[in-house]
């Protein structure tokens, strides 16, 4: 096998290992793994803190190998939704979570954090009407930000 076989072979494959990863490997405050709706659900009271809009958790399990939730929030301005970012991070490396990877800081207008087996997006709000990401994961169960203070 050629070298440049195997470096594509190990790009290809590296998400796959590295969402595996997360899930055996992601620590709560105990030391006992934190499930993937924790994860969500921390991520989601975190942008909750910092005035986030239409905060919606949904589970894409068995639906996609991507992960197995998502969590979409909307912020007003490019500052508000750097903070929220920037909150969701800390919140969760409270928790002993890290992110694989943080995509959009430059624009701020779509970031998107990637945790394994939580993606969280943050929409400004003239980029998420535009995409309607919530539409395309229309079958998937959700949970509203109704229920973040009770969940």
Not at 2 to 28: D, I, K, P, W, Y
Not at 76 to 85: C, F, G, L, N
Request: proline residues 1%.
């Amino acid at each position: 096998m050629t070298a440049a076989v195997r470096a594509l072979r190990n790009r290809c494959f590296s998400r796959a290992r590295s969402h595996t990863f997360e899930r055996q490997f992601s620590r709560g405050k105990e030391g006992l793994p934190l499930e993937s709706k924790d994860k969500a659900l921390v991520a989601a009271r975190a942008a909750h803190d910092k005035k986030a809009k239409d905060i919606i958790i949904l589970d894409v399990q068995g639906k996609t190998t991507i992960a197995d939730y998502f969590v979409i929030c909307s912020g007003e301005s490019t500052p508000q939704v750097k903070a929220i970012e920037e909150h969701i991070e800390s919140k969760l490396a409270e928790e002993d979570v890290r992110f694989l990877r943080v995509e959009g800081l430059r624009y701020c207008n779509w970031v998107l954090m990637d945790y394994g087996d939580v993606i969280v997006h943050i929409f400004d709000e003239d980029m998420r009407a535009f995409y309607e990401l919530e539409k395309l994961w229309i079958d998937a169960k959700r949970i509203e930000a109704d229920s973040l203070t009770s969940v």
